[in-house]
């Protein structure tokens, strides 16, 4: 079992940065794919950012490609999305998810979830 407590949500103006954090525990935490997902009311649950086990590929979501970055942390077991320019459709609850060694950047394929935290972004 992967227990994921997510944090570093909040408001923000258009333009503005947060980051946001995950900490994992319960697995050795470099063999998770650790991946951040968004959901909009009224909006299926989205792939933003990705950053694969045992130093695999990191890949990023269109619509945030150039302003996001997800980055991890072994030592301290955490991952981080960093969201710079943030626009207001990006508003939404931001989740952490992980799996095993896991390569899909679909929702349905991570048994593991953080509890959300809540973006909202004025304009």
């Known amino acids: 079992q992967v227990r994921l407590v997510e944090s570093g949500g909040g408001l923000a103006q258009a333009g503005d940065s947060l980051r946001l954090s995950c900490a994992a525990s319960?697995?050795?935490?470099?063999?998770?794919?650790m991946t951040w997902f968004r959901q909009a009311p009224g909006k299926e649950r989205e792939f933003i950012a990705t950053?694969?086990?045992?130093?695999?590929?990191?890949s990023y979501a269109d619509a945030v490609k150039g302003r996001f970055t997800i980055s991890r942390d072994n030592a301290k077991n955490t991952v981080y999305l960093q969201m710079n320019s943030l626009k207001p459709e990006d508003t939404a609850v931001y989740y952490c998810?992980?799996?095993?060694?896991?390569?899909?950047?679909?929702?349905?394929?991570?048994?593991?979830w953080g509890q959300g935290t809540q973006v909202t972004v004025s304009s």
């Open positions: 319960g697995r050795t935490f470099s063999r998770l794919t």
């Open positions: 950053t694969r086990a045992a130093g695999g590929s990191i």
């Open positions: 998810a992980a799996d095993e060694y896991l390569l899909s950047i679909q929702p349905g394929a991570y048994r593991y």
